[in-house]
């Protein structure tokens, strides 16, 4: 079974960071891409990082030079660094599988973490 499972979020003030972490499990993990992505409350996903089995990274603009993605394949899990966060980055984050043919979509998810960003 594949399972994803993300941990790592929590309440903190503005302009600080976390590290987001995703334990993988029930398939190849050192072959496949992993995504991160994140929905605020009341808004829809938004795509943030994609590690690739290579290790190459891609990162949506926004978010370029605060966060960082990485992966330990002898421990099968990712990890996202989020530095700077802003109130507005109040979101539900998850890791998920993902599969580039054909663009960019996702077989599977974690549960979510969630980030609270406030003083």
């Known amino acids: 079974e594949v399972q994803l499972v993300e941990s790592g979020g929590g309440l903190v003030q503005p302009g600080g960071s976390l590290r987001l972490s995703c334990a993988a499990s029930?398939?190849?993990?050192?072959?496949?891409?992993i995504s991160w992505v994140r929905q605020a409350p009341g808004k829809g996903l938004e795509w943030m990082s994609t590690?690739?089995?290579?290790?190459?990274?891609l990162f949506a603009d926004s978010m370029k030079g605060r966060f960082t993605i990485s992966r330990d394949n002898a421990k099968n899990t990712m990890y996202l660094r989020l530095n700077s966060l802003e109130p507005e980055e109040t979101a539900v984050y998850y890791c998920?599988?993902?599969?580039?043919?054909?663009?960019?979509?996702?077989?599977?998810w974690g549960q979510g973490t969630q980030v609270t960003v406030c003083s």
């Open positions: 998920a599988r993902t599969r580039v043919v054909a663009g960019r979509w996702y077989d599977s």
């Open positions: 590690i690739y089995s290579d290790g190459r990274t």
């Open positions: 029930g398939f190849s993990f050192s072959t496949s891409v």
